[in-house]
């Protein structure tokens, strides 16, 4: 069955109609999609399909008994999609105002020292604004269950950024870090996903 969402002026998703193959497609999907598409799309494809700012569609597993919660459905489609999320990292290490890094922690070959000069301050107070307390870092309980793999290593941990919508590491940084983070709390990770739905690329 795949299931149709659509953002409320809440932030939050709400259900607005069903589809069994087989049967027709309702207007609400025709709306978005001609029917023959949604008909030739696999289910595979159609999951975390999120087509404009404001409509998710996804795929409920009826074979196994369970409506899962669009908690569980809406993750950012960069966790779900490792050439997405590759291709929003390269672009958030490439582009000149974003400039995401340093590639190895352990060796950041004056990465520091270029992003302090950036922000008129000292190597030491760079190295307190990591992906780790960014507005944008998303490590609330419903994005780790929405990461594919481990999130923790030695340096630190892996969360969402909702800025340039690929996985950070909290041990790294970037030119638009802000203030204010991580986000820890369901209700705020909803919230950010709903002002971001808007594009793909960093
Ligand atoms: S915006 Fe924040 S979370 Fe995203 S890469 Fe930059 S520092 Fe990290």
């Known amino acids: 069955m795949i299931v149709l969402y659509e953002l409320g002026e809440d932030n939050l998703y709400k259900e607005i109609d069903r589809w069994v193959r087989g049967t027709d497609v309702p207007e609400s999907f025709e709306a978005i999609l001609p029917a023959d598409d949604w008909e030739e799309m696999s289910d595979d494809r159609i999951i975390n399909m999120i087509d404009g700012p404001y409509v998710v569609a996804s795929y409920v597993d009826e074979s196994a008994g369970e409506d899962r919660e669009l908690a569980e459905m809406e993750c950012p489609a960069a966790t779900q999609d490792v050439a997405l ?32 000069d950036f922000w008129d301050t000292s190597t030491e107070a760079a190295q307190q604004s990591k992906c780790g307390n960014c507005v944008a870092f ?17 340096d630190g941990r892996l969360g969402y950024c909702h800025m340039h919508k690929f996985k950070c590491h909290s041990a790294r940084s970037c030119r638009t870090w802000a203030k204010g983070g991580p986000i820890e709390d369901d209700e705020t990770s909803y919230e950010w996903q709903g002002k971001d739905e808007g594009g793909e690329t960093a």
Not at 87 to 106: E, F, K, M
Not at 139 to 145: F, G, H, K, N, Y
């Open 85 to 116: 999320n590759t291709r929003n990292r390269n672009s958030a290490i490439q582009a000149d105002h974003i400039q995401y890094g340093p590639l190895n922690v352990d060796e950041p070959a004056g990465y520091w020292e270029d992003i302090a």
């Open 138 to 154: 998303d490590v609330s309980p419903r994005m780790d269950d929405c990461m594919p793999g481990p999130t923790s290593d030695d």
